[in-house]
C-alpha cells in the first residue's frame, strides 16, 4: 500500500525549533516529489513547497522561503519540514504529499501534524 | 503574485447540480486541480489537469475550463458530498498556489 506517515503532534514554545516528518512507503521514494501543505486552524490550504528526493532538488512558496526547511533523506524515505524559531503564527497542520508526474497533482496525502505553539 | 479566487461557500439540494468556480489573475491559465477535504481528514484529488477524474473517484465529478475561470462540478449532489472544495494551479516559476476554498452545503 503506497502511504506517507507523518511524525505526531508537536506542542513547542516560541523561538523553540522543530523538525517533522514525513515516512512514504510501498512506491520509490526517490521517484517522486513532496511537497507540504499548511493548514492554519480553520482556515484553507496554504502550499509551502516541494522537494525531489532523489536530488533534493528543492522549491519554496515565495510566503514560506526563509522561514522553514525543507529536506529528505532518501535512505530512509523520509521528507521533512523544520523550524529554527517557531512564532505563534506557525500553529497549524501540516501535511506532506506525493506529487504524481502521472496526474501532476498531489495523489497520496499523509495525516497531517498538527504543530501547537504556545508560551 | 499568482491567485485563485474561489466563492467562499456555495449550496444546493440533495440532487441538484453544483457549480464550484475557481479563477486565475494571470494569463496563459495552467491546468487546475481540484481537492476535497472533509473535517478532521486530509485532503483528496478529485479532479486533476482541469477536467481528469481520477480512479475511485465518482462520475458525478467533473471539471472543465473556460479562459482563466476553472469550474468543478457535481451532478446529483450527495449528502456525502458537503465538504470544503480547493483548487490549485501553478504559477511560470513552477511553484504551486491553492485557491481560499469554497465550502459546499448539502441542504
Known amino acids: 500500500e503506497v502511504q506517507l506517515v507523518q511524525s505526531g503532534a508537536e506542542v513547542k514554545k516560541p523561538g523553540e525549533s522543530l523538525k517533522i516528518s514525513c515516512k512514504g512507503s510501498?512506491?520509490?521514494?526517490?521517484?517522486?516529489?513532496i511537497g507540504w501543505v499548511r493548514q492554519m486552524p480553520g482556515k484553507g490550504l496554504e502550499w509551502m513547497g516541494i522537494?525531489?528526493?532523489?536530488?533534493?532538488?528543492?522549491r519554496y512558496s515565495p510566503s514560506f522561503q526563509g522561514q522553514v526547511t525543507i529536506s529528505a533523506d532518501k535512505s530512509i524515505s523520509t521528507a521533512y519540514l523544520q523550524w529554527s524559531s517557531l512564532k505563534a503564527s506557525d500553529t497549524a497542520m501540516y501535511y506532506c504529499?506525493?506529487?504524481?508526474?502521472?496526474?501532476?497533482?498531489?495523489?497520496?496525502w499523509g495525516q497531517g501534524t498538527m504543530v501547537t505553539v504556545s508560551s | 503574485s499568482y491567485e485563485l479566487t474561489q466563492p467562499p461557500s456555495v449550496s444546493v439540494s440533495p440532487g441538484q447540480t453544483a457549480r464550484i468556480t475557481c479563477s486565475a489573475d494571470?494569463?496563459?491559465?495552467?491546468?487546475a486541480y481540484w481537492y476535497q477535504q472533509k473535517p478532521g481528514q486530509a485532503p483528496v484529488l478529485v479532479i486533476y489537469?482541469?477536467?481528469e477524474r481520477p480512479s475511485g473517484i465518482p462520475e458525478r465529478f467533473s471539471g472543465s475550463s473556460s479562459g482563466t475561470t476553472v469550474t468543478l462540478t457535481i451532478s446529483g449532489v450527495q449528502a456525502e458530498d458537503e465538504a470544503d472544495y480547493y483548487c490549485?494551479?501553478?504559477?511560470?516559476?513552477?511553484?504551486?498556489?491553492f485557491g481560499g476554498g469554497t465550502k459546499l452545503t448539502v441542504l
Open positions: 504529499a506525493r506529487h504524481a508526474d502521472t496526474c501532476d497533482a498531489f495523489d497520496i
Open positions: 510501498g512506491y520509490s521514494f526517490t521517484s517522486y516529489w
Open positions: 522537494i525531489y528526493p532523489g536530488d533534493s532538488d528543492t
Open positions: 494571470a494569463l496563459p491559465k495552467q491546468y
Open positions: 489537469k482541469d477536467s
Open positions: 490549485q494551479s501553478a504559477d511560470s516559476s513552477g511553484t504551486w498556489v
